[in-house]
Each structure stands twice: as C-alpha cells, then as structure tokens.
C-alpha cells in the first residue's frame, strides 16, 4: 500500500507545476501572468520622490502591494480607484524598504519622459486574466520569470500598436474570454510596455 501512495502523491504534484504542459516552442511572453487589478489604496513612499505605493485588488482575497515609479507623470488622485493590467508572477523586491509584488504596466516613449498606464477595458473586474491573442498562455511561476530571465525577454517585444493598443509580437492583450483588448489611451505606435 505505501508503494502505491507513493506514486499517486507524485502524480498529483505533476500536474500542478504542469512542466510537461509547457510548450518549448512557446514564445517568452506565454509565460507572464498579466491580471486586471484595481487600486484600493495608494500614498506616496515617504523616502522616494519617484514612487507610489499601492495596494491592489487582483482577485486573489488579499491586495497585493506594488510600488510603482509614476509620481513624475501621474497625480495620488490619478490611482485612487484606478483599474490596471498586473504582471503579477513576479518575485517580490524591496523598493525603497517597500516590498513590492508585481508590476503595474504602462507604455512610454523612448525618452521615457511621457508615461501613460496600460487599461482594461471597460467592464473588466480585477482577477480577470489578461492574454495574448492567439498565443496560448501558461504562467511561469515568479522564480522560473526571474530564474530564466522572462521578462527581460519580452521586453523588446511589448508595445502599442495602432489605436493604442497594447501588443506583444503583434498579439494583441486581451481580457480571457471577453475579446476586448487593453489600450495605452494617449500612447503612439511604437512606444514601450513595461
């Protein structure tokens, strides 16, 4: 009997991690786990004229705290309340004494000097999966993102495309299920998401 717990333990915990679901010739971006999130609190980091600090709702029953570099292009009151698109498999890391667990996302141009946020659509609620249109997603966990440098990875590759809209390789960033696509409003073809 101990020999047959034994391996049924074991397939249980495969399909978990799911490493044989992966497909090797899956582009990088397939692995980010982007999720529609709502700000519920945001203040200013008290030793950084850079950062705000937030809590955000994305689906999981507690908020996740995120810092993000915006306070050069945006107003506290501009977050408050405010719907965002969530890389949320990232590892936390300390900013400014802050841990931050996730990145919010946004479009610049190439100066960096014009920053504008990367938007669900209307009627999007946080914990909804955001997707790559026909690129089948399946997220790494937030050590295989920074263990195999994922991110990094698709950055040359996450941009605004005609209409503001968000894309990665031309894919566009869609809600899971909806169809309707994440826009960067104010954004130029050709900017950067990150």
């Known amino acids: 009997e101990k020999k047959e717990k034994k391996p049924q333990q074991s397939r249980e915990k495969k399909p978990k991690n799911a490493p044989a679901a992966e497909d090797p010739n899956a582009p990088p971006g397939a692995k980010l786990e982007i999720i529609v999130g709502k700000i ?6 008290p030793d950084s004229e850079k950062l705000f600090c937030e809590h955000i709702d994305i689906g999981e029953g507690e908020d996740r705290q995120i810092a993000s570099g915006l306070r050069a292009f945006y107003k506290l009151a501009d977050l408050e309340n405010r719907m965002v698109c969530v890389l949320a498999n990232l590892k936390g890391k300390g900013l400014g004494g802050f841990k931050s667990t996730g990145m919010v996302l946004c479009a610049s141009n190439d100066a960096h000097d014009a920053v504008v946020f990367v938007d669900p659509p209307a009627g999007a609620q946080p914990g909804d999966k955001v997707v790559f249109e026909g690129i089948a997603n399946t997220p790494a966990s937030a050590a295989q993102v920074q263990k195999k440098k994922v991110l990094e990875a698709c950055f040359p590759d996450l941009s605004v495309g005609e209409g503001g809209v ?26 950067h998401v990150s």
């Open 40 to 45: 519920t609190k945001v203040w200013e980091h």
């Open 166 to 191: 968000a894309t990665y390789q031309g894919a566009k960033f869609v809600v899971e299920g909806s169809g309707e696509t994440c826009t960067a409003p104010g954004a130029e073809a050709g900017w």
